[in-house]
C-alpha cells in the first residue's frame, strides 16, 4: 500500500535493477567457451560503481539494489552452466519488474495491526503491506515486485521446513490430466480452479476490445490492465490451489508417485514454420493452454520441496492402457476419456484413477514389458495381438 511518491521511488528501483541487469546480460552476449574476458560479479560492481559516478542519474538510485540485481544475474550465469535454468535473457519493462534487498536489520520490520505491518525500503521510507503471515526473525534478504495487474508483492527469503512424513506406510499415485487436473490412487479427483463461465466471457469480450484499441493509448493501457486482473485473478487460484493440494498430500502419504512428465516439450506449438507447417495448429493451442491451466508442473514441483525425498517419478508409458487388476495391456481397454474397462478381466472404473493406481505400484509398462517376477510380462499392444 505505497504512497504515490513511494511508488514512484520503487518503480524507479525496478527500472534500475532491470538497467543492470540488460547490461550485464549484454556483455555475456559477446562471450562464448573458450574466449576469455568475460566479467564476473566483482569485476561488474567495479564497473557500477564507475558508471555511477558518471552518470547522476544512477547515482540517485539505490547502490544496493543495483548491486543485487548482478548478483542475482551472476546466480542465473551459474544456473545456466549448472545445466538447471535457462540462459538469462533481457528482461522487459512491464514484465519483469521488481527489486531486491539484503542486510535487512530487526528494526526494518515492524507490525502496525492484526493485518497491517510496515517495511523500510531504501530512499522511499516506511511502506505499508499487509501482514499475511509472520515474518521470520532469520530472514535478511526481501524481494518487491510488481505484476502485470499492477499489485506489489514483498516475499522475504526464507525456506520453511519439509513437512514430516506421516509414517503410516501409504502411497499414492498421481495421475494428472485435462478434465480432471490430478486423480489420485485413492480415488479422488481434484481439480484446479479457474475463472468462472462469466469471467471467462468477460475475458473474450476484453480482448476483442484490445484488439481494436491504438497502440498506445490510454484506452489500450487500460484494457490491457483489465485483462491482466483477470489472468491473475485465475493463477492466485490455481496458486492456492495447488498450495492446498501438495500440502494435504504430503501430510497424509509416506510416499508419492508422480508421472515423469515433459511438460514444456508437450506444451510446444504445433504451427511449425512456412516451409514445414503444423498440422490442427488451432487444436493443439487449445489443449497447451488447458495442461498449462491445470498446474500440472505447479503441483509436482510444490509437492517435492514440501516432502522432501518422498516423491518418486515413474516412466508414463502405457499406464492408462494398463488394468491395474490383472495388468492386461489393451488400448480398447480406454473406452472414453473418463472410463477404462479391462478387454480381460472386466475390471471397470475411472480411467484417471486406474492410472494413478498403475503409478502407485509403479506399473509403468515400458517398450519391453514387464519383469516377469514381480509383475506380469506385460507387451505392446501390437505384440500381444501377434502372439495370441
Same mark, same amino acid.
Given at each position: ?26 556483455? $555475456?552476449? $559477446? ?53 538447471? $535454468? @535457462? ?55 526481501? @524481494? ?8 506489489? $508483492? ?16 501409504? +502411497? ?85 508417485? +508422480? ?19 503444423? @498440422? ?19 503441483? +509436482? ?63 509403468? +509398462? ?23
Amino acid at each position: 500500500m505505497p504512497s504515490p511518491d513511494q511508488e514512484a521511488v520503487m518503480r524507479g528501483h525496478c527500472a534500475h535493477a532491470r538497467y543492470v541487469w540488460n547490461l550485464a546480460a549484454e556483455q $555475456h552476449l $559477446h562471450w562464448h567457451p573458450g574466449r576469455k574476458g568475460a566479467p564476473g560479479y566483482l569485476e561488474q560492481c567495479r564497473q557500477l560503481t564507475a558508471a555511477r559516478a558518471e552518470y547522476p542519474w544512477l547515482a540517485a538510485g539505490s547502490q544496493m539494489v543495483q548491486q543485487q540485481a548482478l548478483r542475482d544475474f551472476a546466480q542465473a550465469m551459474t544456473n545456466y552452466f549448472a545445466g538447471t $535454468h @535457462r540462459r538469462p535473457s533481457w528482461r522487459k519493462a512491464g514484465r519483469d519488474e521488481g527489486f531486491r534487498v539484503v542486510a535487512i536489520r530487526a528494526g526494518h520490520v515492524r507490525r502496525l495491526s492484526r493485518k497491517t505491518g510496515e517495511l523500510w525500503i531504501p530512499k522511499a521510507g516506511w511502506v505499508r503491506f499487509r501482514w499475511s503471515r509472520a515474518v521470520p526473525p532469520s530472514a535478511k534478504s526481501y @524481494r518487491v515486485t510488481l505484476d502485470r495487474a499492477g499489485r506489489w $508483492h514483498i516475499a522475504f527469503a526464507m525456506i520453511p521446513a519439509p513437512i514430516s512424513a506421516p509414517g503410516n506406510g501409504k +502411497v499414492t499415485g498421481i495421475d494428472r490430466g485435462v478434465a480432471t487436473s490430478a486423480a489420485l490412487s485413492t480415488g479422488e479427483l481434484l481439480h484446479a480452479p479457474g475463472l468462472t463461465v462469466r469471467e471467462r466471457n468477460n475475458l473474450r469480450r476484453v480482448e476483442r476490445r484490445l484488439a481494436r484499441a491504438r497502440r498506445g493509448s490510454n484506452r489500450r493501457e487500460r484494457v490491457r490492465l483489465t485483462i491482466a486482473r483477470l489472468r491473475a485473478r485465475e493463477r492466485d487460484r490455481r496458486k492456492d490451489w495447488a498450495e492446498k493440494a501438495s500440502t494435504d498430500i504430503a501430510r497424509r502419504f509416506d510416499l508419492i508417485r +508422480v508421472e515423469d512428465l515433459r511438460i514444456a516439450n508437450m506444451t510446444r506449438s504445433a504451427q511449425g514454420t512456412a516451409q514445414d507447417p503444423g @498440422r490442427n495448429a488451432r487444436a493443439k493451442a487449445g489443449l497447451n493452454r488447458e495442461i498449462l491451466r491445470s498446474g500440472w508442473g505447479l503441483l +509436482v514441483r510444490r509437492l517435492e520441496e514440501k516432502a522432501l525425498g518422498r516423491v518418486e517419478k515413474i516412466s508414463p508409458a502405457f499406464t492408462s492402457q494398463r488394468c491395474s487388476a490383472c495388468g492386461h495391456v489393451d488400448p480398447e481397454s480406454r473406452k472414453s476419456q473418463a472410463r477404462f474397462g479391462c478387454t480381460a478381466c472386466g475390471f471397470a472404473c475411472n480411467a484417471d484413477v486406474n492410472a494413478a493406481r498403475n503409478i502407485a505400484a509403479g506399473h509403468a +509398462v515400458t517398450a519391453r514389458g514387464g519383469d516377469g517376477v514381480a509383475r506380469p510380462v506385460n507387451r505392446e499392444p501390437q505384440l500381444l495381438l501377434q502372439s495370441t
